[in-house]
């Protein structure tokens, strides 16, 4: 395959609205409910986990598969596996299936780096849950894991720099799918976990 029917292989994965078809299933459409954000924390706040555990582990693949997959299909360069797992992830937060809507990215790019850098990865949720248990915020928890994922790469991947790059530049898109919630968590009316309005 060549390195433009991968990618795009990759963004149509990527853009799956696991969580859309989920909240179809149990009857409602996403979109209409909490922040309309059509990730797994929002569709848990409408549907709870029995609906948002398989959406959120969907999502995941949506990273995994690609790296793993779809990249050595197209050669060789270390770069490819990380360029197709940035556009999986670009994908599931502007999917063309819905309208270029979709979720912010944090459990594809979960994924990307499980595929990448699996150790990394661990030291991120370890930031994540820790910062969540403290705080109740799913929106802090992920900024908090997103910019554990560079450093973390940095100690345990330090002989690729292209890891390091794309653990840059998936934070930064994380935290930048993340801005509404950051004004919100500066304002002080952003909504812990458990409860049904929306982060």
Do not use: C, Q
Not at 190 to 197: A, D, I
């Amino acid at each position: 395959m060549t390195l433009g029917l991968v990618l795009l292989a990759a963004y149509l994965l990527g853009s799956i609205p696991m969580s859309w078809l989920m909240a179809r299933l149990g009857g409602i459409d996403l979109r209409a409910h909490g922040s309309g954000n059509l990730g797994a924390t929002n569709l848990y706040r409408a549907l709870g986990w029995r609906y948002a555990i398989p959406a959120g582990l969907f999502d995941v693949a949506k990273g995994v598969v690609p790296v793993m997959v779809l990249a050595p299909r197209a050669g060789n360069e270390p770069w490819i596996p990380l360029l197709t797992g940035a556009t999986a992830m670009f994908g599931h937060v502007y999917s063309v299936f819905v309208r270029f809507k979709g979720g912010k990215g944090v459990a594809t790019a979960a994924g990307v780096v499980l595929a990448l850098a699996p150790a990394a990865l661990l030291a991120s949720v370890a930031v994540w849950l820790v910062v969540l248990k403290g705080s109740g915020y799913m929106s802090l928890a992920s900024l908090a894991g997103a910019a554990a994922f560079p450093v973390a790469v940095w100690f345990v991947r330090p002989e690729n720099p292209y890891v390091l790059w794309v653990g840059i530049v998936l934070a930064a898109f994380i935290w930048f799918t993340h801005r509404s919630n950051i004004r919100r968590l500066i304002a002080g009316t952003e909504s812990r976990l458990g409860r049904r309005r929306e982060v």
